[in-house]
């Protein structure tokens, strides 16, 4: 089993449509989450770090749920430009960072 | 901003040849990183530096060497390729190991 788990997709939704992805996580002491994006043959970048209290930025809302060892990512509003893979990636402590193979969306018009 | 480059942007290689893929940031950030994206796979850890001078093994290291002179190199070597080393190359930075990575535009590797 993985340690961290995605739903590969792809999710192909409307513009305008709100969007959801979860990803499990399967060791308990991993401490610090991630959701980055990465466009098709392009580098992985940063879309933001996932907060116990949950977070917001713009469109898009992290959840954070210990108990489940699931972290979710909620895009609203979806658009054109949206679609990309998404990674969901834990940290345990100081330890290297694991990814999962990542989410793709694909928004059409 | 120049941020993290890499070189070259993409290689083929035979089979038995060796390699060094470059890696330069400008962040002064302490730590490095090398992994590889194999579909289905996802991002592997190769190797890893905290700081200069220092390095350890990642997820997947057999058959590649780093080192870390100073801060703002971290080459990859692969001695003798093999095929199975075909691949999308990320090198990656973070000011420390707490803070997110910064990723570099990739090396595409193919081995023949």
């Known amino acids: 089993r993985k340690e961290v788990e995605q739903d590969p997709g792809p999710f192909n939704v409307p513009e305008g449509a709100t969007v959801a992805f979860n990803c499990t996580y399967s060791?308990?002491?991993?401490?610090?989450f991630f959701w980055y994006r990465q466009d098709c043959r392009k580098e992985p970048k940063l879309l933001m770090s996932v907060y116990s209290s949950g977070n917001e930025d713009g469109r898009f809302t992290a959840q954070l749920n210990r108990a489940s060892q699931y972290i979710s990512l909620l895009i609203r509003d979806s658009k054109l430009s949206d679609s990309a893979t998404y990674l969901c990636v834990v940290k345990r402590g100081t330890d290297k960072l694991i990814f999962g193979t990542g989410t793709r969306l694909q928004v059409f018009p | 901003t120049a941020g993290i480059t890499q070189a070259p942007t993409s290689q083929i290689l035979a089979a038995g040849r060796s390699m060094t893929l470059r890696c330069t940031q400008d962040?002064?950030?302490?730590?490095m990183y090398w992994y590889r994206q194999d579909l289905g796979l996802g991002l592997r850890l190769i190797h890893y530096s905290n700081t200069a001078g220092t390095t350890g093994k990642g997820e997947v290291p057999d058959g590649y060497s780093v080192s870390r002179a100073n801060t703002d190199d971290f080459p990859l070597t692969l001695a003798s390729a093999v095929p199975s080393q075909t691949s999308v190359y990320f090198c990656?930075?973070?000011?420390?190991?707490?803070?997110?990575?910064?990723f570099g535009d990739g090396t595409r590797l193919s081995i023949l």
């Open positions: 060791n308990s002491a991993s401490q610090s």
């Open positions: 990656a930075s973070s000011d420390n190991g707490n803070q997110p990575q910064h």
């Open positions: 962040m002064r950030h302490n730590a």
